[in-house]
Nanobody, 118 residues
Framework: QVQLVESGGGFVQPGGSLTLSCVGSGFIFTFGWYNMEWHRQTPGNERELVAGITSGEANQKQSYADSVKGRFTISRDDSKNTVYLQMNNLQPEDTGVYYC???????WGQGTQVTVSS
């Protein structure tokens, strides 16, 4: 069955950086055929879309929530079935659980905790 496994969360001070990884498995078609997304749920808030990346290499597009534009970068390595979220200049309001999602079929990972605090 489809599995998405996130890693890379942790504790970081404001201004710091983290890179999250999400490895997908059990896909019927090759990983590169699927759009992928990162979402997060911050304390007291609904889960929100943070970043998305389209499938394939040609005309690949990335999209970001306004709150993370210029600080977060989504990328993928289809040879490793992995999507990444590079997070720079992290702030306390970025604290939350970050989830990987494959929109096709609404598959979610288990989440990884990111805590930003001094």
């Amino acid at each position: 069955q489809v599995q998405l496994v996130e890693s890379g969360g942790g504790f970081v001070q404001p201004g710091g950086s983290l890179t999250l990884s999400c490895v997908g498995s059990g896909f019927i078609f090759t990983f590169g055929w699927y759009n992928m997304e990162w979402h997060r749920q911050t304390p007291g808030n609904e889960r929100e879309l943070v970043a998305g990346i389209t499938s394939g290499e040609a005309n690949q597009k990335q999209s970001y929530a306004d709150s993370v534009k210029g600080r977060f970068t989504i990328s993928r390595d289809d040879s490793k079935n992995t999507v990444y979220l590079q997070m720079n200049n992290l702030q306390p309001e970025d604290t939350g659980v970050y989830y990987c999602k494959r929109p096709s079929g609404h598959y979610w990972g288990q989440g990884t905790q990111v805590t930003v605090s001094s």
